[in-house]
């Protein structure tokens, strides 16, 4: 049986069985409160807001793992790459055993001024366009889960959509989302 990667150990020790009811049972959580409030609709309104935010930040993780492995994975495509080109093993076949560190250092001692040709610079391209992409793509499934916090929070401003508050303050409420929603589309 191979041995598990880094991404393996870190999506089971990060993600895996991380629900916040496998943390903290809603029993226990109420606990936490004055008996009188126990049984109030907030306290399990707030349980599932934190459940919420929780299964939020575990998916962030999850996405932060998988980017990080595309990242690795063209930097040991590149290293072997260089590995191909200059004749040398700079680079452990075992992925274990990779030293980035190590391997960088001699890609560096070896490494002096030279002409590239036309179908280098093009793989070269091709590799910074694919990890700009892949970090694009995270950038957008950030900004869309924080689009979706955002509306959620906006779709409990009751006040302010019921109009319960004074002019000054709605105005300025909108005035400053407005903004903010200017600013999320900028991203």
Do not use: C, W
């Amino acid at each position: 049986m191979a041995a598990p990667t880094e991404t393996t150990i870190l999506t089971s020790f990060l993600t895996s069985g991380n629900a916040l009811s496998d943390i903290v049972p809603f029993s226990k959580f109420a606990a936490y409160f004055p008996k009188d409030k126990r049984d109030l609709p907030a306290v399990r309104t707030l349980y599932a807001d934190l459940q919420g935010q929780h299964a939020r930040a575990v998916a962030e993780v999850g996405r932060n793992i998988r980017v990080e492995q595309k990242i690795s994975n063209k930097r040991l495509r590149n290293l072997r790459a260089a590995e191909a080109e200059a004749g040398t093993a700079l680079v452990d076949s075992d992925p274990a055993s990779l030293q980035l560190g190590r391997a960088g250092q001699e890609l560096a001692d070896r490494s002096r001024p030279r002409h590239m040709g036309i179908s280098e610079v093009n793989e070269q391209l091709q590799t910074a366009v694919e990890t700009l992409s892949d970090e694009l793509n995270a950038l957008e499934d950030a900004a869309a889960d924080d689009m979706a916090v955002l509306a959620d929070i906006v779709d409990r401003l009751s006040d302010l959509r019921y109009g319960r508050i004074s002019a000054q303050a709605r105005d300025g409420a909108i005035t400053g989302l407005q903004d903010l929603y200017k600013t999320a589309e900028g991203l």
